[in-house]
């Protein structure tokens, strides 16, 4: 199968899962896709993959715009995504808020690295998808405030504050559709790549602490959801699913080890797309152990 080929109606997308810290994974293979050419005509992006989708729709398909992206993920600490704010914790846990962290740090992150403020502006057409916490629809944004919808699309829901969105209450597009490859296929795709950040598959322990155990939880939870979508839409355009990296023993909340995770979905990307897109005998998307030697 050749990879380069586009897909029956032209259109490449790719579609970026959300992860939390595990999106520095993405930064490795998108260096890996723009090494063999293979670049995005649309991009469809859920969470973190929102917030790495809005770095690259703005600037040069090229490997030094994905590097551009690594030196982003190797200078971010968790304070600044998570910064801790007693009083909005507190405000939190007694009803008064609906997140127990504040957005203000996600929001300076944002402001530093958007180069467009309508998503109608991005050079390459972004689209993000966000939840309805009243209806639990995913709903995609394609036009308007940048930086209000790609909050919206990363806003943990009871983590990071819900953004108000023409009358609609929106949370993390994790929670709806976390790889949002209809979206992709409904805009025209005819060949979508994916671009997962997986889920730690190797822990010594469970997670300490709620936020990381949340994220852990979630993770699991939508690499189901992902692998009956992969499924369900194999007809619809050719899917090209990168693989995370496996064994990976990163929580979501680690913002320490991008260095590693970059290196990793590099290689492994590499390494596939070399092979013409085949896995082994073991997909690693599907649930598994490791058994230790």
Do not use: K
């Not at 009358?167 to 409904?186: C, E, F, K, Q, Y």
């Amino acid at each position: 199968m050749d990879l380069h080929q586009p897909g029956p109606q032209g259109a490449t997308a790719f579609v970026l899962s959300g992860g939390a810290s595990l999106g520095a994974i993405q930064a490795g293979m998108l260096e890996a896709l723009y090494e063999r050419g293979i670049v995005p005509d649309l991009i469809c992006g859920s969470s973190v993959g929102a917030v790495n989708g809005a770095f690259i729709a703005s600037r040069p398909p090229t490997v030094q715009t994905a590097q551009a992206l690594g030196d982003v993920w190797r200078g971010l600490r968790r304070a600044e995504v998570f910064p801790t704010n007693p009083m909005t914790g507190l405000l939190g846990l007694v009803g008064r808020r609906d997140s127990l962290v504040p957005g203000s740090g996600l929001e300076r992150t944002l402001r530093r690295h958007l180069q467009f403020e309508r998503l109608q502006d991005a050079p390459i057409p972004l689209h993000v998808t966000a939840t309805d916490v009243l209806t639990g629809d995913a709903v995609r944004l394609s036009r308007g405030d940048a930086l209000d919808a790609v909050l919206a699309s990363a806003a943990i829901p009871g983590v990071l504050p819900s953004v108000r969105w023409r009358g609609r209450d929106l949370v993390d597009g994790g929670v709806a559709d976390n790889t949002p490859l209809s979206h992709a296929i409904a805009l025209g795709a005819g060949t979508v790549y994916v671009l997962p950040t997986g889920s730690a598959c190797a822990l010594a322990q469970p997670p300490r602490g709620a936020v990381g155990m949340i994220l852990q939880a979630t993770a699991v939870l939508i690499r189901r959801r992902m692998l009956d979508d992969i499924e369900g839409h194999a007809g619809g355009a050719r899917l090209i699913v990168l693989p995370p990296p496996c064994p990976l023993h990163v929580l979501p909340l680690d913002f320490g080890r991008a260095d590693e995770l970059i290196d990793a979905g590099r290689s492994g990307a590499q390494a596939f797309l070399d092979a013409d897109g085949t896995f082994g005998p073991e997909h690693p998307l599907h649930p598994h152990d490791h058994v230790a030697a």
